[in-house]
Nanobody, 121 residues
């Protein structure tokens, strides 16, 4: 069983910063890519940022230059540092990871429960 637990969401004023964390736990053999998605009310879930096991990163155009993603492989944790936040960044942010459990012959995609980020103008 693999679980992803997010933390760090909250309410912040425009221009402020937040740092999200997502820790994976369970019978984990290896974690490949990890990432963050977000879903605003009435909109589809969209990729915000992703990072491969080797550290290659990818960002949505809307957050380039403002957000950074990093991971601590020893802690099975991925971080999203969000700076210069805008009201349009308001959404539920979900952690995502491709995890190869000890008990399986393949990797599977797991999701966290989501954490609310609200940016006031």
């Amino acid at each position: 069983q693999v679980q992803l637990v997010e933390s760090g969401g909250g309410l912040v004023q425009a221009g402020g910063s937040l740092r999200l964390s997502c820790a994976a736990s369970g019978t984990i053999l290896r974690i490949n890519a990890m990432g963050w998605y977000r879903q605003a009310p009435g909109k589809q879930r969209e990729l915000v940022a992703a990072i491969t096991g080797g550290g290659t990163t990818n960002f949505a155009d809307s957050v380039k230059g403002r957000f950074t993603i990093s991971r601590d492989n020893a802690k099975n944790t991925v971080y999203l540092q969000m700076n210069s936040l805008k009201p349009e960044d308001t959404a539920v942010y979900y952690c995502n990871a491709e995890v190869h459990p000890y008990t399986a012959n393949a990797a599977y995609t797991y999701w966290g429960q989501g954490t609310q980020v609200t940016v006031s103008s």
